[in-house]
Each structure stands twice: as structure tokens, then as C-alpha cells.
């Protein structure tokens, strides 16, 4: 557990330990089965709230990662009037898979869907040669919700390729009209 940050110490109780007071919440998720075993479920806030169900990114981007064209996905949710979220993929497609890339697309949605449910069937499936990473190779889905939602985008100067983060807008803007 850290005992402080650096120069900021308000911000180290804001940001740990204001939301349930007098515990320590680092932000990750855990539940007890009835067996009495702990299952860690990842971030909280990457748990997106689709039409009153919580749906994990990691759930949806595992389901991605299931199927033989995919190499790797992110996952977002993003900002719909109706759903509250709906769920927005980004995928790297393995090289030389062949097949039309509107057909991919409906493929995996639907592969999505059987894997977890209808609910998690994503709204948006972008296809992608890369995704924003840090140098340390995180994906950075704060600027992919930024790109979702057409909003500026946040600070990128931890991004290992900015132009990776044009690219996609570029090519989500492409893909809704």
C-alpha cells in the first residue's frame, strides 16, 4: 500500500481513501463465492454499466481474443442515451487473415454475443493496425473513450506513437458516417 504521493498528499487521500472512509480502495475489484474463495475482477473502472449490467472490458476483450482472426482488442464503453454505455471494440486483426472486413466485423460481434450473452455484444467493432500504447506497452483507453466520444484528447504525453491515436479517430469518424 502507498503511504503518500509525491508533493500532492491531499490528492493520495482523495483518490484512496474518500470513496468508502477509513478503508483503502486501490481501485481493484473482488468478490467472495460461496465456498469462501476471492475472485479478482479487475478494475473498477473498467467495468462498463451496459442497459443495467456491469460487463468487464476484460470479459468482452477475452471474447475478441477467442476468436482465430483476432490478435489483440481493447475495449471501452462509451456514452449512449439509451444503454447508459454501449460497448466500443478496437482490434488488431492477425496478419493475412483473409475475409472481407464487414463480414469480420459482424462475425465478431456475433461471437461476442455467444461467448457472454447479447448484452455484451458490442455496439462498434473498429478495425485497427495498432493501438494507443504507453512505452511500457499499456493500452491507454482513457484516449480510446476520448475518441469514442469525439472528445479532445487528454494528455498523450506518455504515448509511445502519437499518430496511432489520429489514425483511429480518423478511422472511427469513418466508420459512423
Known sequence: MMRGIWGDPQRYVDTYWKRF????????????????????????????????????????????VDHPAVAEAAVIGKTHDIKGQAISAFV?????????????????KAHVAE???????????ILTAELPKTRSGKIMRRLLRDVAE???????????????VSALRDKYESSES
Open 92 to 108: 488488431i486483426v492477425r496478419a493475412g487473415y483473409p475475409g472481407d472486413a464487414s463480414r469480420l466485423v459482424d462475425e465478431l
Open 21 to 64: 472512509p477509513g478503508r483503502y480502495f486501490p481501485g481493484d475489484g473482488s468478490k467472495v463465492d460461496a465456498d469462501g474463495y476471492f475472485w479478482l475482477l479487475g478494475r473498477v473502472d473498467d467495468i462498463m454499466l451496459v442497459a443495467g449490467h456491469n460487463i468487464s472490458t476484460m470479459e468482452v476483450e477475452s471474447a475478441l
Open 150 to 164: 469525439g472528445r479532445a484528447l487528454g494528455d498523450t504525453t506518455t504515448l509511445a506513437d502519437p499518430a496511432v
Open 115 to 125: 461467448k457472454i450473452g447479447a448484452i455484451a455484444r458490442p455496439d462498434d467493432v
